[in-house]
Nanobody
Framework: QVQLVESGGGLVQPGGSLRLSCVASGSIFSINYIYWYRQAPGKQRELVAGIRSGGYRNYADSVKGRFTISRGNAENTVYLQMNGLKPEDTAVYYC???????????????WGQGTQVTVSS
């Protein structure tokens, strides 16, 4: 079993910054990718950013140039640095990981519980 725990959300004024963290723990042989998704009230969950084990990164057009996804010194930690926040960034942000629990096992997908980000003056 793998647990994903997000943290770092909160209330921030427009133009402000937050850094979200996603920490994976449990039975992990390798983490193949970690994505950040968000879901605003009344809207579908959408992909925000992702990072793969080889370092490839991708971003939604709406956050390019403002958000940066990176890995921590520990391979099981991923950050989402969010700068220039806008009211439309308000959402619950979720961490999603594709994990190989044991060498040679099938990959499994996991979700965190989410962290609220509110951008408002």
């Amino acid at each position: 079993q793998v647990q994903l725990v997000e943290s770092g959300g909160g209330l921030v004024q427009p133009g402000g910054s937050l850094r979200l963290s996603c920490v994976a723990s449990g039975s992990i042989f390798s983490i193949n990718y970690i994505y950040w998704y968000r879901q605003a009230p009344g809207k579908q969950r959408e992909l925000v950013a992702g990072i793969r084990s080889g370092g490839y990164r991708n971003y939604a057009d709406s956050v390019k140039g403002r958000f940066t996804i990176s890995r921590g010194n520990a391979e099981n930690t991923v950050y989402l640095q969010m700068n220039g926040l806008k009211p439309e960034d308000t959402a619950v942000y979720y961490c999603n990981a594709d994990v190989t629990p044991f060498k040679g096992s099938a990959d499994l997908h996991y979700w965190g519980q989410g962290t609220q980000v509110t951008v408002s003056s």
